[in-house]
């Protein structure tokens, strides 16, 4: 089962907690259609409800952003980032309570959801920087007596459509750097996991945010479709599954709206023959398994050079995937452990995970760790699997070609490089892709040619600090701006082309 839907136009007759909107500096009970059931994955308990906002309040909610964006386009940049100052500070003063409401709703661990927490602040801080990122350029004399300028100038009302996966870092991919460059932001949380941001919703308005500029509403494809059939809208940012990047790209397109639209992935490790093995074997687990394998960033695919290397990763890896323990993540009895596993998102999830187990069976893999059938003492209602490992996984398999999303590893073998370069170009998805190896040649070689928008070089997962651009290639990313960083000051403003000269003063 996934999220239970309400039928009743008002919230079950329950002491549950009810997600409200916030709209115009104010937390408003949603118009809405019904109630989505927000469950902790990890004992399976119904924690709160999230309404499904109508469009006609979402529409409510762009106008407050852009009756906001009349001054706040127009306040000068250190002004608007001196409450992000204040945000970072508090946020940081307050990492732990955060992180526990994520790990509630979410079930990762706490472990993973402090890690997902300082990215928070790494975006928001970076986002300080506006002051020099959003500078323009200027020739002097690029024509006889004429200068030539360009100035960067914030645009309206921006949306973005969260997922499952972060609560917290995904929307701060684009909400610090939207509301810096002086545009107005509505964000659509994900049904599942919309907690997290309503408490950090709060600490937004507490740190000076004006009335307007950031809003949320919560709900599904209603709220989504709303943002992106409004005129009011000049671009819509989503980080989900690639049919649904496609669906977003052709919408935007076809109103004119500038769109990022993140999808799926297949993130390939590439093992060479000189890898050292003991120093990085746990390093590669921690890409598979964290956060239950459900990141754009875990590592899925194992490509082993040559027959010794593949022999030794079978079975080194799998070893080391045991270590990996099946936990309720809030457990006080273990939640500081780093190798704790939390669960998958929901039943569905679990299902689907477990089907596609099945599938590589069936075409003949070779399941060499089973995490199926897997009891949490004092949990036994959440939506748990082990670490689960493939070998003899061979290119165009199910398992292979199939974003999973859990934690679920295929090994792979190539004769060289070249063949490893082969498997994973051959993919339709180019997120990420890592090579362990010592020698430079083949580390250059890598780099150059694997097709994924973010490298590691003895780095399982190649996350890029906020500081740099992330986003993917192929059929990983529907846009040419990718998120986070300086680059994406470009998604945020329109750049204003300015050809000027002056004549004398007759004397």
Known sequence: MGPVMTKAATPAATKLEVMKNFIGGKWVDAECSGYVDIT?????????????????????????????????????????????????????????????????????????ARAEMKRVFENVEVACGMPIMQQGDKIIGGSFDMDGEVIRLPMGVFGMIAPFNFPAMVPFWFIPYAIATGNTFVLKTSKQVPMTMQLITQYIHDAGVPAGVFNVVNGDMVVADAMMSSPIVQGVSLVGSTPVCKVVAKKCAETNKRFQAMGGAKNHLVVMPDAKVKDVIRNMTTSCYGCAGQRCMASSAIIAVGDAMYKEICEKFVEDSKENHPANPLDPACEEDPMLLGPVISAKAKETILALIEEGIKEGATLALDGRKVTVPGAEGGYYIGPTVFTDVKPGMTIHKTEIFGPVVVIMKAKNLDEAIAILNGHEYGNGASIYTQNGYWARKFKLEAEAGMIGINVGIPAPVAYMPFGGMKASQWADVKTQGKAIVNFYTQDKIVTERYFAEQG
């Open 40 to 112: 902790n994955p990890s004992n399976g308990e119904v924690i709160a409800q999230c309404p499904l906002s109508t469009a006609a309040e979402t529409d409510r909610a762009i106008a407050a952003a852009a009756l906001a964006f009349k001054t706040w386009g127009k306040t000068p940049v250190a002004r608007r980032v001196a409450p992000l100052f204040k945000l970072a500070a508090m946020l940081r003063a307050d990492e732990d309570k955060i992180a526990r409401v994520l790990t509630r709703e979410n079930g990762k661990s706490l472990t993973d």
